[in-house]
């Protein structure tokens, strides 16, 4: 047994980092560089009547202006209907409108302020219930005539639903009329920020030859390569997507967006290198965020608190534009009822547009936002018959011979041990039963749980690829399209080659930036699945590596292929242990002592396609969208005031199962960053939109994140249920600690509070409205 | 990135800064008395503020340092936020400055900045209110002592080409009772939901407030409704809130309605702990 696996070994990208010396995509030179500067909308909803450049070409230093007309051609990953810039139509407040390629950031940016816009306003749709009233007028006039990317985004004309995924299954309205409880729960949660510490950049240039080079902060490289050839008609050969270290993504860098306008900056110019930043204002109301989702569950149990019946309605906010939010409106179907069997189930997941800025995947995809009305449904639920929350949990857990909503049948392997999350999780939080513990005064402390389960939404035929060389001291050099974003995932990839080769994972390096030119295609760095996807193509780069050394060492052995073992840095005779030859010396071939020359250079190489996916059925929602899903339980305790409605958050807990825990300190920092993500969102954060559609205050003085010293403690576990398909059985975790905490907060809060608080952010204004203390 | 050019000046003395200023003005410019910069760079930065000049005044001797005698304490106007809290030398005013913005800007917001700028709350000028501090300001006219209240009404309000050079805070203020009570809407760090920071000369309470109203401010008539000790906690609170002298702010981080409840509340616990005595 080597010691690479269920090692909490440094990040291989660490002293980079501490050292502040790690390269983001701005932070490259660019003396040669010209730079463009965006103008954006500064209506929710308008058309453009008139545009004048006159006053920003005339000024110093200033290249080309662009608007809308100087680009028709429509963008959007599954369904194309976004304009790089705005072309006849503002659709919210903060879209690019304009941009100016200028010889420096100044004279780019007093370019664009001088750009005068003629608008005429249109009413704004601000919520995707109001967006869905009969009498709404459609956001996009033209939404049949959109080039759908995907088979399985079926937009609904004349109406502002983008997409609609409906899961069937048993007999919803029957179960119902035989339930001893049924409740019913709306939900509003707003849009929110990804905030990311890097703001988005992008750069590119047009080479004479027509090569097209881009530099961003991308974590989908191969999806720029992609998209640019395919709306340009460029030869995909022609262009290489370079990515250094990404400084948080969180979903928000998934889609393309700064690279489409950096191409247009530099096609402008003749191909020169243009470099295009934004201020954090613009990468928030400008560039894709947190979906908001409205939502109405119902819910019904017999009188032992089995579920019987469930029915849902999800209306994602996804904003002007689809982006990927058909996507999270089928995620939310394909796991709508979190871990638990509920055989009669009806439920309708959107994509509704709206005049809010449009959004993108965010961290566990869209799982956080149906994980609160599910598990708001679910204590609601509890209270209605008696029980404790967490044991009507437990009583209700997916369980062997259980199918998924989509009807996966769940095993242990794929579907993981919910039971025992919810066990563990009882045990590390120290568990009350869900009552509130009186402090003297006007304080009490209580907790609230909520479960979750996460599965991925890739395309059924998504790949990924590494390349594994040699250095000349028996060290390797690991190469995959991974973009290292924070997520870790370079060195859990580097621990997975270290424990297949039997070395020490300090002997793997791992190039840490990504060149498309260079490294075999990953997908995208999205879903938690580096090390899945990734991980399961440098197995079979290490396998592939193996078989080499094992060639060449029966070769110079004199011994046959099967006796050969590859270990600690030697390749030997597992008969005869004692000859054996040190790696460096076998892995470009080897010479002997005589000179001869024995075998070839060994090079690893492993590619790797997901497997057995498939589309839901548009009636029913069947089929399977993921490899596996990664079950968890969280519980959170608050401290609150009742007289005054203040809180704080004082333990926040996680069992998650892992599968197998490679790199023990990694996992839980992962986790504990995606609770802390959790508690901020669901305590401070909200994009909040004035009556006219415009983002009130989107900039860092007034939209809080949790600030560091006021965290809660976190506590982490794992169960471990391996998933046989995957490196060292190792479940997806990186997103996951975020999903349950907004929920188990709420939990928590509408147990001290003794009320129902159903909306987010739980800031103390809306709990004191929700007691029925404000007028 | 500020998207437009300026000038720099660095002012040696204080004539030399408000000469420039002056001739800046003669020329049809505009010029700013320049210290931490946080809130001109954000300003010029979101294109609010397009300065042609600004005036670097953190060299002048007369605005630095912090000095102590018998009579009180005198402190530049150019000392950081941090400074401040860190001399421990008025408590109260301490408390306010480490609990405006975070650490990092504390160690770059002056005094003179956070009493001057355009953000509304100026928590540091509440203990200033309190206390009776004298304001020393120079401007075209030479220099000119006048109460701190004179020239701060809703925020600092010097003459034109006049700059803040000092406050003064009477010796009996640094070692008395006091309290400082800060709310925000559920991040720690962030503009005051309400602060309400009070001082004891003797036996009598005073009070000021911020971000309850549009402005902060002191008022004499809160505070009589605060020292009616024959009335309980509770209902003096009731009674300031409905004292208010405008009505209670409402934007993003609260609505009027809300921050007068928590005003209420806190103004309640303060008076309750100052019955129980334990300020």
């Given at each position: 047994m080597n010691m690479a696996l269920n090692a909490s070994i440094h990040r291989k990208e660490a002293w980079d980092k501490v050292c502040g010396r790690a390269k983001y995509a701005d932070d490259l030179p660019a003396a040669d560089h010209l730079c463009a500067r965006l103008l954006t909308s500064t209506r929710a909803h308008a058309r453009i009547l008139g545009i004048d450049t006159a006053g920003a070409s005339a000024l110093p230093g200033v290249k080309a202006v662009l608007t809308g007309e100087d680009c028709d051609?429509?963008?959007?990953?599954?369904?194309?209907?976004?304009?790089?810039?705005?072309?006849g139509v503002a659709r919210y407040a903060g879209e690019p409108v304009a941009m100016v390629v200028a010889v420096?950031?100044?004279?780019?940016?007093?370019?664009?302020?001088?750009?005068?816009?003629?608008?005429?306003?249109?009413?704004?749709?601000?919520?995707?219930s109001q967006a869905m009233l009969p009498n709404a007028a459609p956001i996009h006039e033209k939404l049949a005539d959109y080039k759908r990317v995907v088979s399985d985004v079926r937009p609904e004309p004349g109406t502002n639903v983008a997409a609609r995924h409906r899961v069937r299954k048993g007999d919803a309205k029957a179960a119902f009329a035989r339930c001893a409880a049924v409740i019913e729960k709306r939900f509003f949660l707003p849009p929110s920020d990804h905030l990311a510490m890097e703001v988005r950049a992008a750069r590119a240039e047009i080479a004479a030859d027509g090569n097209v080079l881009v530099t961003t902060c991308s974590q989908a490289p191969y999806t720029v390569k992609k998209q640019l050839a395919e709306a340009f008609k460029i030869e995909a050969g022609m262009i290489t997507v370079r990515v250094p270290f990404v400084g948080g993504g969180f979903g928000g860098k998934a889609p393309v967006t700064l690279e489409i306008l950096a191409y247009l900056a530099s096609k402008s110019v003749g191909g020169r290198p243009v470099r295009l930043t934004i201020p954090r204002e613009q990468d928030m109301a400008s560039f894709p965020c947190r979906m908001g989702l409205e939502a109405t569950v119902r819910l019904g149990a017999d009188e032992n608190g089995m579920l019987q019946a469930a029915e849902m309605e999800f209306l994602v906010d996804c904003g002007a534009y689809t982006d990927i939010s058909p996507n999270m409106a089928k995620a939310i179907a394909a796991d709508c009822t979190g871990p638990y069997r509920v055989e009669n189930l009806s439920c309708d997941a959107l994509c509704v547009y709206t005049n809010h800025t449009y959004a993108t995947s965010f961290r566990s995809f869209s799982h956080d936002s149906y994980t609160f009305c599910v598990e708001r449904a679910l204590?609601?639920?509890a209270n209605r018959l008696g029980f404790d929350p967490l044991e009507l949990r437990l009583k209700n857990a997916v369980r062997p011979g259980d199918f998924t909503p989509t009807g996966v049948p769940a095993t242990p392997e794929l579907t993981g041990d919910v039971s025992r999350c919810i066990e563990e999780v009882k045990r590390l939080s120290c568990w009350d039963g869900g009552r509130p513990l009186s402090l003297g005064g006007s304080k009490v402390r209580a907790k609230g749980v909520s479960c979750f389960w996460k599965s991925a939404n890739p395309p059924t035929n998504a790949v990924s690829g590494a390349f594994v060389t040699f250095n000349s001291d028996g060290s390797v050099n690991l190469l995959t399209g991974v973009v290292e974003m924070g997520s870790g995932g370079h060195t859990q990839l580097a621990q997975i080659l270290a424990e297949k080769l039997k070395l020490d994972p300090a002997q793997v390096h791992v190039v840490a930036h990504v060149d498309t030119r260079v490294a075999p295609e990953h997908w995208k760095t999205v879903a938690s699945l580096t090390g899945y996807m990734a991980g399961n193509a440098v197995l079979r780069a290490a396998d592939d590596l193996i078989a080499q050394l094992k060639r060449t060492g029966a070769e110079a052995l004199g011994c046959a292929e099967?006796?050969?073992?590859v270990a600690d840095g030697r390749v030997y005779s597992i008969k005869e242990p004692e000859r054996f030859m040190l790696l460096k010396a076998v892995a470009q071939g080897y010479q002997t002592p005589g000179g001869a020359s024995v075998g070839e250079p060994a090079l690893g190489r492993g590619g790797y396609m997901l497997k057995g996916l498939s589309m839901l059925d548009p009636a029913t929602g069947k089929g399977r969208t993921s490899p596996q899903w990664t079950?968890?339980?969280?519980?959170?305790e608050v401290e609150a005031d009742l007289e005054a409605c203040t809180y704080r958050v004082i333990t926040a807990c996680c069992v998650l199962d892992v599968g197998k825990v490679v790199n023990p300190a990694a996992t839980r920092a992962m986790i504990a960053g995606g609770m802390s993500m959790g508690v901020s969102l669901a305590t401070r954060e909200a994009y909040e939109y004035d009556e006219n559609g415009s983002p009130r205050a989107p900039n860092l003085r007034t939209y809080k994140l949790l600030h560091i010293g006021q965290e809660p403690e976190y506590r982490v576990d794992f169960v471990e249920t391996p998933d046989p398909t995957a490196p060292c059985g190792a479940r997806p975790y990186t997103e996951h600690g975020i999903i349950g905490i907004p929920a188990a907060l709420a939990n928590a809060l509408s147990a001290a509070f003794g009320c129902a608080l159903d909306g987010l952010p739980l800031r103390p204004e809306a709990i004191r409205r929700a007691i029925g203390g404000a007028p | 990135m500020i998207p437009f050019g300026f000038a720099y000046c660095r002012a040696q003395t204080l004539a030399e800064a408000v000469a420039e200023y002056a001739r800046c003005m003669a020329l049809g410019k505009t010029a700013l008395y320049y210290a931490g910069g946080s809130e001109i760079i954000t300003m010029a930065r979101a294109g609010d503020i397009r300065p042609d000049e600004v005036i670097d005044v953190k060299d002048i001797v007369e605005c630095r340092g912090m000095e102590r005698d018998e009579l009180g304490l005198s402190i530049g106007a150019a000392c950081t936020l941090n400074q401040i809290k860190e001399a421990k030398l008025f408590p109260l005013l301490g408390l306010a400055c480490g609990r405006i913005a975070d650490h990092t800007n504390q160690c770059r917001i002056t005094l003179g900045g956070n009493l001057s700028g355009s953000i509304i709350y100026h928590e540091a000028a509440l203990p200033l209110l309190l206390c009776d501090a004298e304001a020393s300001l120079f401007g075209p006219e030479g220099e000119r002592r006048v109460p701190f209240a004179d020239v701060f009404q809703g925020r600092l309000r010097p003459l034109p080409g006049e700059m803040l050079v000092r406050v003064r805070a009477p010796v009996w203020a640094l070692a008395a009772k006091h309290a400082h009570i800060k709310k925000t809407t559920n991040e720690k760090i962030d503009y005051p939901l309400v602060n309400v920071t009070a001082l004891f000369y003797g036996e009598a309470l005073r009070a000021a407030f911020s971000g309850v109203c549009a402005q902060p401010f002191r008022s004499e008539r809160m505070e009589a409704i605060?020292?009616?000790?024959?009335?309980?906690?509770?209902?003096?609170?009731?009674?300031?809130v409905a004292a208010l002298p405008e009505r209670a702010h409402a934007d993003v981080e609260g609505s009027g309605e809300y921050r007068a409840f928590v005003l209420e509340h806190t103004l309640k616990k303060l008076l309750e702990d100052w019955e129980l005595g334990s300020l």
């Open positions: 051609l429509l963008f959007g990953p599954l369904l194309q209907d976004r304009y790089a810039l705005a072309r420096d950031e100044p004279a780019a940016e007093a370019a664009a302020r001088r750009i005068a816009i003629e608008y005429e306003d249109l009413p704004p749709l601000l919520t995707p204590d609601a639920l099967a006796e050969i073992e079950p968890g339980a969280q519980v959170v | 605060l020292n009616e000790r024959a009335l309980c906690p509770a209902e003096r609170a009731r009674l300031a």
